[in-house]
C-alpha cells in the first residue's frame, strides 16, 4: 500500500470517540425495560418505615432479596429485605439494608419462581405501613403496589480457583501467593 492509500483511513481520536459514544448509549440500555420509569432517587424503607404519612403516594423504585410470597385471590405479596440498587437497579450484593418492605403486585406470582433468595427491583407507589411479625418480633412494614417489577436472574456461581493443584492447594506456599517470573 502507498502512503496515498493510509491518507484515507480516519485518525485514530476520532475512532476512539465513535467508538466511547457506542459505548456510553449502551451503558444507558443496561436497565432493564420494566424499570425505567421509576425515580432513581427516593425515600428508603426505613425513611417509609418511620414516617409514613409523609411518604404516601410517592413513587419509588426498590430492590432486594424475596423473603417469601404469598399468593392471595387478586394479587401476590412478596415480603422483600432491602439492599442497595446499582446503577442499572439491580440490588447489590451487600449486607447492608433499610429494612424490609412489602408488595402488592397483581396477579399471581409462583412461589417456585419467586422463590426465596431471588432478586427482585419493584417500581411503584408507597401505599403505607403494615403491622406483621417476623417470628414472635412485631414489625412495621413499608407497603408498595408495584406498577413493574424485575426478577434478576441467578448470579453465575463464583469461578473456582485457578490455582488449585491437588493435593497442595498453592503448591509454590513458602515463596508467595503467585508464581515468580
Known amino acids: 500500500m502507498s502512503s496515498l492509500e493510509f491518507s484515507n483511513l480516519r485518525p485514530p481520536a476520532a475512532t476512539a470517540v465513535?467508538?466511547?459514544?457506542?459505548?456510553?448509549?449502551t451503558g444507558c440500555?443496561?436497565?432493564p425495560a420494566s424499570l425505567r420509569d421509576g425515580p432513581e432517587h427516593g425515600p428508603d424503607p426505613a425513611q417509609v418505615q418511620g414516617t409514613p404519612e409523609q411518604y404516601i403516594g410517592k413513587a419509588v423504585r426498590w430492590g432486594?432479596?424475596?423473603?417469601?410470597?404469598?399468593?392471595?385471590?387478586?394479587?401476590?405479596?412478596?415480603?422483600?429485605?432491602?439492599?442497595p440498587l446499582s446503577s442499572a437497579g439491580r440490588p447489590l450484593e451487600t449486607d447492608r439494608t433499610s429494612g424490609r418492605f412489602l408488595v402488592h403486585v397483581a396477579g399471581f406470582l409462583d412461589p417456585v419462581v419467586y422463590a426465596s433468595g431471588r432478586e427482585l427491583t419493584i417500581v411503584g407507589q408507597v401505599e403505607g405501613v403494615e403491622q406483621r411479625n417476623i417470628g414472635a418480633y412485631p414489625y412495621r412494614y413499608p407497603v408498595v403496589r408495584?406498577?413493574?417489577h424485575y426478577l434478576w436472574p441467578l448470579r453465575p456461581p463464583p469461578a473456582a480457583d485457578p490455582y488449585f493443584y491437588p493435593p497442595f492447594h498453592r503448591p509454590w506456599y513458602p515463596y508467595g501467593p503467585y508464581p515468580w517470573p
Open 18 to 25: 465513535v467508538v466511547a459514544a457506542i459505548l456510553w448509549l
Open 29 to 31: 440500555a443496561s436497565i
Open 64 to 83: 432486594g432479596v424475596i423473603a417469601a410470597v404469598g399468593n392471595g385471590p387478586v394479587d401476590s405479596v412478596v415480603q422483600v429485605v432491602s439492599r
Open 146 to 148: 408495584a406498577s413493574s
